[in-house]
């Protein structure tokens, strides 16, 4: 995964930030302690919603991950995917993340991540080449220095594979893509399909594989700039992703498809070539429209015209930017930004604390194109991290994450690539899927939440809520990011509750903790003394 920064310089106002960084530091401000008690009511909505169980996917990620947190998705993405051989079996090229060269992974690398899911009983996202070319071999390296020449930096472990840049910094020009790599057009891919449901067809047969085609095309002069130096333009990724969508069409008729996959805020907006250029021509050329949007358009007119559907869910990736954030650092400013930077998932009201400087609004923005370009597609975030793995700041990142994209109805979504075992955020993870280690996971039907005093929601709580429909239990994730012991009082509204459990992720990010005692219902709902910095999953059967 490479992620291509254009940072604009700018400074962060200290003062949006100066709560949560005194609650990072362990500081108490007075508005803490005035605050009333936060209050919320927990109802049904007028309109059912389902949460979708895509929204908890993960990449690359192990068997005993998959079926330890019950994870519902996993995919197979990233750089290197686009360059993979499903002939040989075990080859791909790194691109631009080391020197382009050929490696090997795993014997039959494609078949192992399918059986994966075959055995996890989950679902299966699979990126194929849209690039156009695969490695052709374990070895070969795009810019060798014998054949174009010194560079300015070689792999230390395999001194004749350049980085395409001369000594002066200037790219390499006029390599041979033959070099590396051979031809991966729609027949070439189609095949591949063809093969996987004749291997797994009981996978296809539930519908359990989708196809993602290519990823982040408006990096591609970048990242696989050794086979298409060329930046991507409006028409060519138009083409490329019409003429393969209908070979999978051809090929799995059944299966999702989902793209384009754009790797962040200015790729939604702007054309590759219209980026490398410094220009607007290409959006000009195409009634000035942003990129996604006249994208959506185009593919709408195809369905209209031909009675073709090209695409299932549209999907980008979005890490934030603010400064230390997608990162492991755990300083003060960063594991404040970490926490309060989710808003930009959602909150109409927030301005990204970046060199964005915009206000995102990612999920209803990308639900906001879909009603208008193309009614009926769902939606997607296929990669995303927000850092601080190893930090609790990370892990309620994490937790307010998930419960957001619940609450705002995305489709899916894909964490890059798998909180490590024993990490805070995997338990953070686990309080939605597998809190108890016997399957009890976060509801699949949402219910309302209304605060009924002033929470400060964003800066210091927040409370998702959905009933698990098949075992009758109503849940709640609640996660408490302040510096303070915060007593939340929970009122059920229409909803007739016994006494239930808990289950803690403390401060110290050590694993999830169980109350040995119920947690008691009274009258007027439920009160909790929630620690400092934690997360807390709360299961209520329903009375029958």
Known sequence: MTRQRWRIAGALGA????????????????????????????????????????????????????????????????????????????????????????????????????????????????????????????????????????????DPGRPDAGNGLRPDGKPVTGNDRSDTSVVADPSFVAEWIRQMEQEFPKLFEEHRVLFALGNEPMLWNVTHRDVHPNPVSYDEYLEKFVAMAHAVRQAAPGAPITGPDLWGWPAYAQSALDRETGSNRDRASHGGEDFLPWFLKQLKAHEDRTGERLLDVVTVHFYPQAEGVHSASVDVKATALRVETTRSLFDPAYRDPSWINDRITLIPRLQRWVGRYYPGL??????????????????????????????????????????????????????????????????????????????????????????????????????????????????????????GNEYRVGEQGDGIEATKEPVPVQRDGVRRALAPRSIYHLRFPQKS
């Open 15 to 154: 003062a949006s930030i100066a709560g949560l960084m005194a609650a990072s530091a362990g500081r108490v401000d007075a508005a803490d302690l005035l605050a009333p008690m936060p209050t919320c009511r927990i109802s049904l909505p007028a309109k059912p919603q389902q949460i979708s169980p895509d929204i908890y996917g993960m990449a690359a990620a192990p068997l005993r991950l998959l079926t330890n947190a019950c994870v519902p998705l996993n995919r197979w993405g990233g750089n290197t995917a686009c360059r993979y051989n499903w002939k040989l079996g075990d080859a791909w090229n790194t691109g631009n993340d080391w020197f382009f060269e050929n490696v090997a992974v795993e014997h039959n690398a494609w078949q192992g991540f399918l059986r994966r899911a075959e055995q996890s009983g989950g679902r299966a996202l699979v990126t194929l080449p849209l690039v156009g070319f695969v490695a052709k071999d374990t070895h070969s390296t795009s810019f060798s220095v014998r054949k174009y020449g010194p560079q300015e930096k070689t």
């Open 378 to 499: 769902k939606t997607g975030i296929t990669e995303y991290n927000w850092g601080g793995e190893e930090d609790i700041s990370g892990a309620l990142a994490l937790a307010d994450i998930l419960g957001i994209f619940g609450r705002e109805g995305l489709d899916l979504a894909c964490y890059w690539t798998y909180p490590q075992e024993g990490s805070p955020t995997a338990a953070a993870y686990a309080l939605y899927r597998n809190a108890d280690g016997h399957e009890a996971a976060f509801g699949n039907a949402r219910l309302d939440v209304a605060w009924t005093t002033p929470a400060e929601g964003h800066e210091r709580l927040s409370v998702y809520a959905a009933r698990d429909e098949e075992r009758k239990v109503v849940t709640l994730i609640v996660v408490n990011k302040s510096a303070l012991t915060q007593t939340l009082r929970v009122e059920f509204k229409g909803i007739d509750l016994l006494p």
